[in-house]
Nanobody, 115 residues
């Protein structure tokens, strides 16, 4: 069964950094575009970044030059390195395919940016 397990969130001050990790299991996702999504309270879930099999990446305008998405095929992992975090980055972060497999959203990992 497909599972996405996110980790690495936490409380960080503005300007700080965090690295999120996502374990992929249940099938081979090597050929899928993988993405990181986030959902802030009262807002819709949004795509933050994605990475294709060949390594091509795309980012939301709000995170360009601050976030870096990467993946490790051998370890079945997807990462999101976040720098210069801002209060507006506060949200629950999820990984999934792009487009997402809606039935398989994980628990997410909470990122809170506050002083």
């Amino acid at each position: 069964q497909v599972h996405f397990v996110e980790s690495g969130g936490g409380l960080v001050q503005p300007g700080g950094s965090l690295r999120l990790s996502c374990v992929l299991s249940g099938r081979d996702f090597s050929s899928n575009v993988m993405g990181w999504y986030r959902q802030a309270p009262g807002k819709q879930r949004e795509l933050v970044a994605d990475i294709a099999e060949g390594g091509t990446t795309n980012y939301a305008n709000s995170v360009i030059d601050r976030f870096i998405i990467s993946r490790d095929f051998t370890r079945h992992m997807v990462y999101l390195q976040m720098y210069n975090l801002k209060p507006d980055d506060t949200a629950a972060y999820y990984c999934n395919t792009r487009p997402p497999l809606h039935y398989y959203w994980g628990q997410g990992t909470q990122v809170t940016v506050s002083s």
